[in-house]
């Protein structure tokens, strides 16, 4: 019979890992540990990058989208004609028998919108903003800045007919 002992001492038998080897496994280890860092890091940029273009996408359209329907319903407004560039504005309409009145300003640091007692923000880190009236023709400009990426930033000029003058 055969020493079971014996059998894991002979010739065939593993000696463990040399250093060589874990060596190798280390630096294979720490390879993979900076690819994977590197590649988070640049994942969690990117995507910080994307969310602040895109709040910045979203203020200047849903900015542009009400101002462009308050402005097109309007049959009067407050900005003088011909007069150079002001930082608020009110527009008024009639929305059957109902007298409608919405104003446009900077407050804190946001594009805001009242309508009688109503106050909504349309657009975070707005600022610049000016309205000027040529006839029916009104310009707005303003300038949209994200808060994640303070590089990042977009100027808006649009003109706007309104229905009355």
């Keep these: 019979m055969r020493n079971p002992i014996r059998a894991f001492t ?6 463990g890992t040399s250093l060589w080897e874990v060596m190798v496994a280390t630096a294979v280890g720490g390879a993979l540990g900076v690819i994977i860092v590197g590649t988070l890091f640049q994942l969690i940029k990117t995507a910080s990058d994307g969310r602040g273009q895109t709040d910045v996408t ?13 402005i097109r319903m309007a049959a009067t407004t407050d900005l003088p004609d011909g007069g ?14 109902t007298p409608v009145s919405c104003s446009y300003g900077l407050s804190a640091g946001s594009l805001t919108r009242t309508c ?32 994640v ?5 977009e100027t808006v000029e649009f003109n706007v007919a309104m229905r009355g003058g």
Excluded: C, E, K
């Design 10 to 15: 002979g010739r065939n038998a593993q000696r």
């Design 58 to 70: 979203t203020y200047v359209l849903t900015s542009n989208r009400w101002m462009t329907r308050d």
């Design 84 to 97: 150079s560039g002001i930082a608020t504005a009110r527009f008024d309409w009639d929305d059957s028998g």
């Design 116 to 147: 009688g007692p109503d106050t909504v923000v349309v657009a975070r880190g707005a600022s610049g903003l000016t309205f000027a009236r040529t006839g029916s023709l009104v310009t707005a400009v303003f300038t949209v800045t994200s808060a």
């Design 149 to 153: 990426r303070p590089d990042y930033s």
